[in-house]
């Protein structure tokens, strides 16, 4: 199936920086998701977008939904070391099946 | 949001055995999802499971290697039949859920399978 472009495909940071990451695609998608997931689980939901130019916050992260409904990215703003994880997109194209990205490797240094 | 339980956590199997894998919702779902994700990747999407039909099956997955039950709205099993090595992965059951505007996906904590 389809995969997102996501990059980068991994980040080492010291803490306190703030982090940005992005997701695009060939195809339009009416609906962006962004997760997290730590080593040894599923992925949690951190924000969902649905609208272009949407743009949401959860705390420190902050999304946006492209413009032109074929990007979205995601910012994480004054990191600390429990931020440390994989983040993946994901999006749903008009068929209304789900995509995901190639992920993002988080590594936060103390 | 949804809360997703998978059993079991974690197994380690010798090749040529089957194994399968639970997944429960705490409410009933229209949708059932089930997806591979293999060491240092993305997830895959093996097939959707709908209660009262058979699953569907995205391309590279078939029913006699990764059959699938959905017996009612809250459970589905996932078999990973006749395993071999490249079957070590994670495997996640989703489900889907209306959040006002549009859909969100959620993950169930995921099945860790290591083939010898």
């Known amino acids: 199936g389809q995969q997102l472009n996501q990059s980068p495909q991994s980040m080492f940071i010291q803490e306190g920086e703030d982090v940005s990451m992005n997701c695009t695609s060939s195809?339009?998608?009416?609906?962006w998701l962004w997760y997290k997931q730590d080593p040894g689980e599923g992925p949690v939901l951190l924000i969902a977008l649905y609208k272009a130019g949407e743009l949401t916050s959860n705390g420190r992260l902050t999304a946006q939904f492209g413009i032109t409904r074929k990007d979205s990215f995601l910012n994480i703003s004054a990191s600390i070391p429990s931020d440390v994880g994989i983040y993946f997109c994901?999006?749903?194209?008009?068929?209304?099946?789900?995509?995901f990205g190639t992920g993002t490797s988080l590594t936060v240094i103390p | 949001s949804a809360v997703i339980s998978q059993k079991p956590s974690r197994d380690i199997c010798q090749r040529g055995t089957s194994l399968t894998i639970q997944c429960q919702v705490d409410s009933q779902v229209t949708m059932m999802f089930w997806y591979r994700q293999q060491p240092g990747q993305s997830l895959t999407l093996i097939a959707t499971a709908n209660q009262g039909s058979e699953a569907t099956y995205e391309s590279g997955f078939v029913i006699d290697k990764f059959p699938i039950s959905r017996p009612n709205l809250t459970f589905s099993t996932l078999t990973v039949s006749n395993m071999s090595p490249e079957d070590s992965s994670i495997y996640l059951c989703?489900?889907?859920?209306?959040?006002?505007?549009?859909?969100?996906?959620?993950f169930g904590p995921g099945t860790r399978l290591l083939v010898l």
């Open positions: 994901a999006g749903q194209n008009t068929g209304n099946q789900f995509y």
């Open positions: 989703s489900v889907e859920r209306w959040a006002g505007p549009g859909e969100t996906q959620y």
């Open positions: 195809s339009i998608f009416n609906t």
